[in-house]
């Protein structure tokens, strides 16, 4: 194997692909890249057992080839090698078959130890039952309101995930971790001729996130071995879907909360990042009175506190109730209308937020927040 590129054009795609890989890898097949060089095009290859991921980069070279290397320590020193063009090459050594793979360039000689490779990266052997385009804007739009609710609770894989609920016209995605939710639903052709619900993994969106840019995603499910295929640009991931099943959602959203207040966004989450810093256990109270809205907090041990009053629009009874603080700064922050739109019941009972006011897009977007209990 012999080919030459420039050294940001391989970092780049060797970044894209170790993305797959796991942070700690029992198997060494999970802890390496297999490079697969077919004349001027180079295909970089990763996996961890349940995500896999190739992707393409063009090169110059006239040999057909293939070689596994360490990921970490490939990416490392691509990562300290200065900007230039570099020659890369792979040999079998003589006495035990294994291969040297050595790069060169204008300064110097380097060389880290490789294997053959026989990875199979065909990522055949699916059996799609719906396939669909999606715009790249849209899908990473539609991930980022949604993949911070996810949970991280080990004990909860579905809820590690996030639920897609495929119409034949429509995506409905829903994110939870028991104390919050986000509510997303998207005007899309699927091409699924009932509702399909499926989970997809929080690591594999999060991959996709990072490396969508511009023009569409193809998106294909098989429903039969559980897996979806993403394909973008020069890319392809292949992903197992979470096998548990969602819980019902719709049950913890709140029908009746007769209480509703208006309120400005932006000044509405920037008290709350100020006014949290002075909380002993990072919630915020809110007095809700008559078109006005304290948000206040304290550290007793430490004999501190603030409070801030805003205008608001309500018009119900006084109530106080309680949040925590990281939990409304984020929904504020994924919510890119000028107003908020808040609903209560009681101090014990679900908030709904959903945005009002101008919009940047048509997404219908509700989402839930547990509150805490306060000490009055």
Same mark, same amino acid.
């Given at each position: ?25 029992? $198997?060494?097949?999970?802890?390496? #890249? /297999?490079?697969?060089? @077919?004349?001027?095009?180079? *295909? &970089?290859?990763?996996?961890?057992? +349940? ?54 360039? $204008?300064?110097?000689?380097?060389? #880290? /130890?490789?294997?053959? @490779?026989?990875?199979?990266? *065909? &990522?055949?052997?699916?059996?799609? +039952? ?219 009972r679900a908030t709904l937020l959903k945005p009002t006011g101008e919009r940047k897009n048509d997404d219908e977007i509700l989402m839930l927040i547990m509150p805490v209990r306060i000490n009055i």
């Amino acid at each position: 194997m012999k080919f030459t590129s420039p050294i940001k054009t391989l970092t780049e795609a060797v970044n894209s692909a170790v993305l797959a890989l796991p942070p700690k890898a029992a $198997d060494v097949r999970y802890e390496s #890249i /297999s490079l697969q060089l @077919d004349r001027n095009k180079l *295909s &970089l290859f990763a996996t961890d057992g +349940d995500v896999s991921l190739i992707t393409h980069t063009e090169v110059e070279s006239e040999d057909k080839s293939t070689v596994l290397l360490n990921a970490k320590k490939f990416q490392d020193i691509l990562r300290n090698m200065y900007d230039t063009i570099a020659v890369f090459k792979a040999e079998k050594k003589e006495l035990d078959g294994d291969m040297t793979f050595s790069i060169k360039t $204008d300064r110097g000689d380097y060389r #880290i /130890s490789g294997t053959a @490779d026989g990875t199979d990266t *065909s &990522l055949n052997g699916l059996n799609f +039952d719906i396939s669909f385009a999606i715009p790249a804007k849209e899908l990473s739009g539609l991930i980022d309101k949604t993949l911070f609710a996810a949970s991280t609770d080990g004990m909860r894989p579905a809820m590690m995930g996030v639920l897609f609920e495929l119409e034949p016209s429509r995506i409905v995605s829903v994110a939870t971790d028991g104390h919050r939710l986000v509510k997303v639903s998207k005007k899309q052709e699927t091409g699924a001729k009932q509702k399909m619900k499926i989970v997809i993994p929080a690591r594999v969106l999060g991959i996709v996130q990072k490396l969508v840019e511009d023009g569409d995603v193809a998106i294909s499910v098989d429903t039969n071995q559980l897996r979806i295929q993403f394909v973008f640009g020069k890319t392809t991931i292949v992903a197992s879907l979470i096998s548990e099943n969602y819980p019902n959602y719709e049950a913890v959203i709140p029908l009746e909360n007769d209480k509703r207040m208006l309120v400005n966004r932006a000044n509405f989450s920037g008290t709350v990042k100020r006014v949290a810093r002075f909380s002993s256990r990072g919630d915020v109270r809110l007095n809700i009175d008559t078109d006005s809205l304290k948000v206040s907090a304290e550290n007793a041990d430490e004999g501190a506190s603030a409070e801030e009053v805003l205008t608001c629009d309500y018009k119900s009874e006084s109530i106080m109730i309680g949040f925590n603080s990281q939990f409304v700064e984020q929904a504020l922050n994924h919510i890119d209308s000028e107003e908020v739109d808040f609903e209560f019941s009681s101090p014990t009972r679900a908030t709904l937020l959903k945005p009002t006011g101008e919009r940047k897009n048509d997404d219908e977007i509700l989402m839930l927040i547990m509150p805490v209990r306060i000490n009055i």
